[in-house]
Structure formats: structure tokens, C-alpha cells
């Protein structure tokens, strides 16, 4: 069972927001979530950062400053925003029955695991899925947002279909690791939306080397530029490598985004600078 010639990129808009970015990897682990977190934060502090030093595109990015952006974690089986964005209640409804995002950090977040008990396992089979991931787009009060980025479930599956389905996504982003295993999947997600007709992007390179705190000499543990390549025999953009770091993982486990904890770090930047290339 496949989805060419069947599946139609939506045409549905979400009521108030500009634009749905996907973050999607294929494969799980490879940090997905974290780029989808980080990417959202980064984006914010670049236009913020932008706005002190570049005074004379202050009016140009007086709007930018103010980008109201939402995060929706569609990774029912793993989710892993409450921990990441140090959310740990339930929303609150509207009188139209809507969910409330919770908001950390500026940014609007809902995710399947602000509602099932948090060492719970999620053994859902499909339809239970698809009602859940429709609830989570058109039953929940966004707002006015610019942008929502959607932190996809791993895999090319009926959940990610439903997604691309129920959201008119105006890209996606494609993460990888190096390694080839994880590229394998990365492929198989980029053309999945390039099947449906969501433009692709870029690809983000994850834990693309670990530099020694003690000599500095970079070590390439998944490999080298695997998908810098990739994107290029697809003819795909590359937006950028971002290192194996201590403080993003320390981070993911404290709920404080590095972009929040240690701002003026050099992972800090390199997360902002993909941003800006988005
Ligand atoms: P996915 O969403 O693809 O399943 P996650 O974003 O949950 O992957 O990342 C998996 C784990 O790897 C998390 O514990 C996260 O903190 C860690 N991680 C992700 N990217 C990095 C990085 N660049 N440096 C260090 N740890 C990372």
C-alpha cells in the first residue's frame, strides 16, 4: 500500500496561521525534536538579535520581532515536548471544546504528552492515532500564529500522511545524522513530501561532529557530510551542520533550551544561523 497517485497535499488552512513548517527525520533519535525546538527559539532570538544590532532594518523586522510561532508535537508514540519546553500540565479548554496551547519560552506548545500521564505507554492502533493527530491540529485554538512548525513522527506511515493530509504545510525541514542508516530514512521522508507537493526545505545535519573540550580536534562519529551529499544528489538545499554538544543534551533533560540557557554559545549561534537560512 502506497501513497502515490492517491494522497493530495491539503488544501485546508489552519484559521490563523501563515505557515506550517514540518520538521521530520525518517528515522528516530536523530534529533528531530530538538532541532524542531531549538529551530523555533533560534528563529526568535535571530530576529531579536538582529533587531540590536541592525537598527537601520528595525522597521523591516519590527514585525519579525514579534513572530508568534507554535510548536505541535505530532510524535504520538514519543513525545517529547513537555520534557524539552518544561511543560507538565494539562490545557486548558475553550467553551467550543478547543485546547488552549501552553506557552514556554514564547512559543505556543501542544503535544499528545500534556494529556496522558507521563510514564504511561501510548499503545494506540491507527484510528486511534488519526483521531488524536486531528484533534491536535483543527482542536486546538492556535491563534494567530506566523508560523507553526509540526515535529513529525518518525517514519512515512499513515500518521505522517494524515499530517501532511490535514495541514496545508507550506515546507518541511528535513534532520539527519550523518550516518547512512539515518540518511536511508531521511530520503524516504524528503520524498514522501515531495510526492504530496510540500516543497522541501532543506536538510539540517545533526550531530554532524563532537569537538574534544580538550584538544578540539573534531571527530566525525557518524560519518562525514553524509548529508550535506544527500541533499545534494537530491537536489536539495543544505541549511546546516550542528555539532554533537553536551549542552543541547544537558539541555533536552532540564527543559531549558541551550538557545535559552547559554545564548551567546557557539551551538547557540550555529541554531540561529540555520534559522535565519530558513
Ligand atoms: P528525535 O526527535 O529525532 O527522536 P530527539 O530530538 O528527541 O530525536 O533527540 C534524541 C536525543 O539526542 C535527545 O536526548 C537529545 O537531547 C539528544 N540530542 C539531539 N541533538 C543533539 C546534539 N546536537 N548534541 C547532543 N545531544 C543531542
Sequence with gaps: RGYSGTVKRSQLRLEGVKDVIAVASGKGGVGKSTTAGIFLLGLILFFSISFLFYINLAVALANKCQLRVGLLDADVYGPSVPMMMKIDRKPDITEDKKMIPIENYGVKCMSIGFLVEKDAPIVWRGPMVMSALAKMTRGVDWGNLDILVVDMPPGTGDAQLTMTQNLQLSG????????????????????????????????????????????????????????????????????????????????????????????????SKAYGGTAQNV
Design 172 to 267: 518541511a525541514l528535513i534532520v539527519s545524522t550523518p550516518q547512512d542508516i539515518a540518511l536511508l530514512d531521511a530520503r524516504r521522508g524528503a520524498n514522501m513530501f515531495s510526492k504530496v507537493g510540500v516543497p522541501i526545505l532543506g536538510f539540517v545535519e545533526n550531530m554532524s561532529f563532537f569537538k574534544c573540550p580538550h584538544c578540539g580536534e573534531p571527530s566525525f562519529i557518524f560519518g562525514k557530510e553524509g548529508a550535506r551529499n544527500a541533499a545534494a544528489s537530491m537536489g536539495h538545499d543544505f541549511i546546516g551542520e550542528i555539532p554533537l554538544e553536551m549542552e543541547v543534551r544537558k539541555g533536552s533533560d532540564e527543559g531549558i533550551p541551550v538557545v535559552i540557557s547559554a545564548p551567546d554559545s557557539a551551538i
